[in-house]
Structure formats: structure tokens, C-alpha cells
């Protein structure tokens, strides 16, 4: 049985997708908690209300990082975790504390790395005049949005997409691949070799969310390729 904490700012949606395959498909792991560095995180009250452990670490307490990364480090210990899973945690992390999860920590985030690391993924997609976009479930390394990659999603940017309907589009297909690849790394199957993640035994490492005919079906006729 591994013991996962999950780390959220926020909606934590991600998290909740979490719990909810580990709970349905009977993973051999027990969420031990979810924490928070916002005491508003709307995701904390899914967690409480299905029994599992909550706290805050509220990282406006600490005038240093590196103070509120010692705390929230003591606090993660303190459920040992096999796995730390950072759910939307909007948190730079300072290098000891990055060091400290080596190989033990994963991120979503949502465009497909290297390409546009930071916020306003989506927008940036859309003003690179990017046609596929996508997320990705890395092992967390000191650089910033880096490290590497367990699964990719990609999907289609349409028409007339702003970033809010791609972040949609995209966010969909988070809440299918964060908790495949937790899976994976819980049945002990993911294997880190420098920059390059594999899979024992091997299966597809990404999703393409092509819905390109159901779209074309409700356009004209003869549109496309
Ligand atoms: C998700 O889209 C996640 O990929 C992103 O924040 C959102 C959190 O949503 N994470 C980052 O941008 C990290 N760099 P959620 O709270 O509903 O899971």
C-alpha cells in the first residue's frame, strides 16, 4: 500500500479525479492527505468530506520560501508519503525542497512541455497560433515546469478558441492522464533513467483527444482534409 499526499491552491479538480479512480479502481494506495498553502482551497472540502486528512500551510505565515517550503515539508512527512502529488500547487519550490521529493514528486501542467512553461499556458498557445495543444504529468526538478515526462495529452486547437474553452478541452484530458500516470507509479511500473521515463510493461504514455470528426460532422460538407 503507497501512501500519496496531494498538494492544491485551489479548484484542486485534478485531485478530486485522483481520489476518485483510486477509490473506484482499487488502487493499492491510501490518499493520506491533501494540503493546501490557501486555507480558501475549494478542493479541501471534497477532500474532508471523503474522509480524508486536511491541512494548511499557508504560505502568507512565512516571509521566506524557503521557511514555508520547511514547513510544508514537515507537515508532508508527517504522513509519509511514498508519492507527493502536486494538484495545481502554485507554489515555486525551492531546490533542497525539490531535492528532498527526488524521483517521489509529480506535476500536471497544463501545455505541452518545453513548450510554454509558467502561467497563462492557454493564451500562450493561442498567440504562438499553436493547432495542437495539450498538458503533461512530470517528475518535478528544481527548473521550473521541467523534468521528466510520465504522459502527455494533446488536443486539438480549434477556430475560434480563446483560452478558456481550450483550457476546457485540455483540463478534460488532465483528469484522465494525472491519474493514469499516479497509477502507474503506484503499481511500482515507471522507471526514471536521466531525462526519460518508461513504463514496465509498456503502454501508450500519451492521449490524443482527436474529436477532429465529430467537429468536422456538424460543419458543411466538404470542409476539411
Ligand atoms: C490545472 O489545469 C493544472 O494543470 C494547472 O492548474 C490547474 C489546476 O486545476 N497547473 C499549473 O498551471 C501548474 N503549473 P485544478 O485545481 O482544478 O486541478
Redesign the pocket.
Known amino acids: 500500500m503507497k501512501n500519496l499526499v496531494i498538494l492544491?491552491?485551489?479548484?484542486?479538480?485534478?485531485?478530486?479525479?485522483i481520489v476518485r479512480a483510486c477509490a473506484h479502481d482499487a488502487w493499492p494506495a491510501k490518499i493520506a492527505a491533501v494540503i493546501a498553502n490557501r486555507p480558501d482551497?475549494?478542493?479541501l472540502a471534497f477532500a474532508a468530506s471523503h474522509g480524508i486528512a486536511t491541512a494548511v500551510v499557508d504560505h502568507r505565515q512565512y516571509p521566506e520560501r524557503a521557511a514555508f517550503d520547511a514547513a510544508l515539508a514537515q507537515t508532508i512527512d508527517g504522513y509519509a508519503p511514498d508519492l507527493v502529488v502536486?494538484?495545481?500547487?502554485?507554489r515555486v519550490l525551492t531546490e533542497g525542497f525539490v531535492d528532498h521529493y527526488s524521483g517521489r514528486m509529480l506535476?500536471?501542467?497544463?501545455s505541452l512541455l518545453p513548450s510554454f512553461?509558467?502561467?497563462k499556458?492557454h493564451q500562450q498557445a493561442l498567440d504562438a497560433g499553436c493547432r495542437v495543444h495539450g498538458?503533461t504529468v512530470h517528475f518535478v526538478t528544481s527548473r521550473?515546469?521541467h523534468g521528466p515526462i510520465v504522459a502527455q495529452s494533446a488536443v486539438p486547437v480549434r477556430a475560434g478558441d480563446d483560452a478558456a474553452a481550450l483550457?476546457a478541452r485540455?483540463?478534460a484530458t488532465?483528469h484522465v492522464i494525472?491519474p493514469r500516470a499516479v497509477r502507474w507509479f503506484v503499481e511500482g511500473r515507471v522507471t526514471l533513467d536521466g531525462a526519460h521515463v518508461t513504463l514496465t510493461p509498456p503502454e501508450p504514455q500519451w492521449l490524443f483527444l482527436d474529436d477532429t470528426n465529430a467537429h468536422a460532422n456538424t460543419q458543411t460538407a466538404g470542409e476539411g482534409v
Open positions: 492544491i491552491s485551489g479548484r484542486g479538480s485534478n485531485m478530486e479525479a482551497a475549494a478542493g502536486l494538484a495545481g500547487f502554485m506535476n500536471i501542467h497544463p512553461p509558467g502561467l499556458t498538458a521550473l515546469d483550457a485540455v483540463l488532465e494525472y
